[in-house]
């Protein structure tokens, strides 16, 4: 089944401890990105990535790292957590959009809790 | 800059009645709208998008959606509504640079269809 996955879907971490959220498809896509969704704001762009080793800032980076080794693969990564950064995430990939406009197939999403 | 608006937080509908979710936009140039569905628990799921062509696109579900230039609305329809339809909606439009592939999504609406 083709898919987006993302774990883990549910989490909850003290400030300042280190955290990663995976994320990783199975449809061969060029393009992946992370989004958050908080009340009232809808959903935000964090980072995304056109292909392996080729990534780039969105609208809310700061705080965040990502890395693309491998092209299924797209970690998000706290290096420092902070309450602020308790929302919901989601991962979402593609196919290359640079051919026009391709839709985008979203993860599970992953509920994070920073006490 | 690319924005989309979704003025109505909830909406509440009977059983078997028509809906409408509503959606406005704001874009420089050609838009490129979607619409995404958000059940309890789950992850953003594609609804339909709008390229080009006839203004009336049918998506999953039975859903459909118009595209109006001349009112910059893109609103969801459904014939006849289904408590199974109660979920989150948002609408989205891609952004200028096409090449990110970066949706810019609204606020989000809440269908609430009552037995």
């Known amino acids: 089944e083709a898919q987006v996955t993302q774990n883990p879907r549910y989490l909850i971490t003290v400030t300042g401890k280190k955290l990663t959220v995976t994320c990783s498809q199975n449809?061969?896509?060029?393009?992946m990105s992370w989004y958050r969704q908080d009340p009232g704001l809808g959903l935000r762009q964090i980072y995304y990535?056109?292909?392996?080793?080729?990534?780039d800032k969105g609208d809310v980076p700061e705080g965040y790292k990502v890395s693309r080794k491998e092209k299924r693969n797209f970690p998000l990564i706290l290096e420092s957590p902070s309450p602020n950064q308790t929302s919901l995430y989601f991962c979402a990939s593609s196919l290359n959009p640079s051919g026009g406009t391709i839709t985008q197939y979203f993860g599970p999403g992953t509920r994070l809790l920073v006490l | 800059a690319q924005s989309v608006a979704q003025p109505e937080d909830q909406v509440n509908v009977a059983e078997g009645n028509p809906l409408t979710v509503k959606c406005t936009y704001s874009v420089s140039g050609n838009p490129y709208l979607f619409w995404y569905v958000q059940y309890p628990n789950r992850g953003l799921q594609f609804l339909l998008k709008?390229?080009?062509?006839?203004?009336l696109v049918k998506g999953s579900y039975g859903f459909e959606a118009e595209f109006n230039k001349s009112q910059t609305s893109f609103h969801l329809k459904k014939p006849s509504a289904l408590v199974s339809d109660s979920a989150l909606y948002f609408c989205?439009?891609?952004?200028?640079?096409?090449?990110?592939?970066?949706?810019?999504f609204g606020t989000g609406t809440l269908l609430a269809v009552q037995p």
């Open positions: 709008y390229i080009t062509g006839d203004n």
């Open positions: 990535s056109m292909n392996v080793e080729v990534t």
């Open positions: 989205a439009v891609r952004d200028k640079d096409g090449a990110t592939n970066k949706l810019i």
């Open positions: 449809m061969n896509h060029e393009y």
